[in-house]
């Protein structure tokens, strides 16, 4: 690969800038808006349980892999995986897929984060005021049906992800996480207090309904919470390896990704504890769908005292939580198109913009928005079996062993790591797809784990 891959590179500012940067990656609104809907959809705690058996043996030895990949070639996706085989090897197809899933995902992430900038508005000119549950739940069907209103958001954000990625990231993202991940830890927070104190039956069923485990398993339960696993940890399209690859060669990764997942998996399930309360104590069922924090939340600001700004501020963070993620979605594209066709970052990051943008225009339509969901739930785990066995079988071990040994002393744990990525991840995930396309049965997953009622 030529040098202009490497000179211009970026570094982050030292290891809790990296790790702020790609919590920031991961924490958007695959945990706030996807997690609990997808939680409440599949059934609750057993549910939560496979997810979080995903995070530990799956996501996070998937983290590691793709920032040791990133970090020791220095590269973006398509040319770091040439490095290890060749320019024209089957392997590079990974980062092909990469970069279709970038614009794939980016297409209805920016219409969902459009909703929110468009419910931070409304909270702030108080069109929730003196609704109830059903008069809120019937604003946002009213908002899912009509077409320019969310067209005219969905633009908005767009323009926002691309206007920081013009004005060049890696100080932008850096800097904006360090300020927006703290505050929307500390409002979560607060706002789990205030469920507890004010709804607290309601709290008490939502730390039931998803911390206790119950059979049988939802059919496509265990598919959802791999896909969901691989969402919010942002991985198997080379975002983390992107973003690895602006890492000193002093950071310890195994660390880094730790406080990533477990800072991602946090903020994911405290948004469960926000997003319940007020469900069950309006007597309704917590399976909704995609609609269950724009329905929720605003009924849960109406009862705080000048709930009105608080409504805002979250629906606000929530949207700076999104860019936060966005960037690094597109980032995989602009990257791509920058290192393989040498454009200037500037004009691609408009040119990209667009074209996402006008990808994102058919998933107004509910059915587009669905196969989307669907398709990026089947790419990302594909993608990690790739990148698995990239780490695990194509890079040399010398190469391996010292990137997960430097700054650290977890030399003991390397095996445990080489086993789940060679071995361990690659079946497992295979599996998961084959019980996908339904060769292998729910059921029959259901039976082996004694999953039954
Ligand atoms: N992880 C982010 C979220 O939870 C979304 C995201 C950012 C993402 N980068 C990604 C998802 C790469 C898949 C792949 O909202």
Redesign the pocket.
Known sequence: MKDNDTTARDQWSGRIGFILAAAG???????IW?FPYKTGVNGGGLFVLIYLFCILFIGLPVVIAEIMIGRNTQKSPIAAFAQYSSKRSPWCLVGVLGVV?SVV?MSY?SMIAGWTLNYCFKSLFRCFDGKNFQEVTQLFKNLQGTTWEQLIWHIVFMGMTVGILYGGIKNGIEKWSKILMPILFLLMIGLVLYSFIFLFQGTVQSLRFTFLPKGPLKPEAIFKAVGQA????????G?MLTYGSYLDKKSDIPKASVWICGLDTFIALIACVVVFPIIFQNNAEPTGGPGLVFESLPVLFNTIPGGMFFGAAFFLLLVFA?LT?AI??TEVSIAFVIDHFHFSRKKMSIIIGILVCLAGFPCIHQTYFGWMEYL?DLA?PLGGIFISLFVGWKMPKKVTFEEFTIGNNLAKMYPVWLFLVRVFIPIILTIFMLNMFNIIPTESINAFFGFGN
């Open positions: 990656s991961a924490i958007g609104l695959g945990n996807g899933c995902i992430y691989f969402f919010t940890l942002s991985l198997g399209m975002t999104a993620s690094s979605i990026t990302l």
